[in-house]
């Protein structure tokens, strides 16, 4: 799952950044409203961190100008701003969360569980596609009741595939959810993945669709 990071305090960005990395997120880190605009222009982010004190832009009107582009993804605001009227300003215009700064990086990610759970449509913090239940909060995978070890990349693979309730996702699509700018994606790495996760959860846990992508099988998996 891949978010975007508008901050422009250095170490802020840098802590908060380790940290969802850590978390089994892909992260791009920004610290202007112009260098936002051009990475939502160029990749598809699950969610958005943003801070209101930017150098070049106001984070209220950047909120404004995303939702009135269609961006419809869940916003957080990160914020020393802790007045009433701020929280409410932001809220109305869009913002998923409020966030007071200085903040606990374990509660940025609760918040931001929440935010992804009820922009998903789900109520609990499980995905359950056929036999296979998904954890996203604990990184846990059982099949049939029994937990299944993932590597972080093969668990990031699978929420992709079945936070898609079915849909056909590209390699392209799953490469923007797995890796953040800097890292290196070898050529045949998500096919490693996908080979993998068949032989944890059954061969036929993932299709393969022709010429489109993979998505995640409604059926059983053996």
């Known amino acids: 799952m891949r978010l975007l990071l508008i901050e422009d305090d250095p170490l802020i960005g840098k802590a908060t950044r380790r940290y969802l990395i850590s978390e089994e997120y892909a992260v791009d880190w ?38 009135s582009k269609g961006i419809t993804v869940p916003i957080l605001i990160i914020t020393a701003r802790d007045s009433l009227s701020d929280r409410v300003l932001n809220l109305d215009n869009g913002a998923d969360d409020f966030i007071i700064k200085p903040y606990d990086l374990e509660e940025v990610t609760a918040r931001l569980r929440v935010s992804l759970r009820r922009a998903q449509g789900r109520a609990e913090d499980q995905i359950k596609v056929g036999e296979i239940t998904l954890y996203p909060r604990q990184k846990r995978v059982l099949l049939l009741e029994q937990e299944v070890p993932l590597t972080g990349r093969e668990f990031m693979v699978l929420s992709a595939l079945m936070g898609a309730k079915g849909q056909i996702l590209s390699r392209a699509q799953i490469e923007e959810a797995l890796y953040g700018w800097g890292e290196e994606v070898e050529s045949n790495s998500l096919e490693v993945h996908v080979h993998n996760l068949r032989k944890k959860l059954g061969k036929k846990c993932i299709e393969t669709v022709h010429g489109l992508g993979y998505r995640i099988a409604k059926g059983q998996n053996s």
């Open 30 to 67: 920004v610290q202007t409203a112009e260098e936002a605009l051009t990475s939502i222009r160029t990749h598809t982010y699950s969610a958005i961190l943003l801070d209101l004190g930017l150098p070049d832009m106001d984070g209220q009107v950047l909120l404004t100008k995303l939702r």
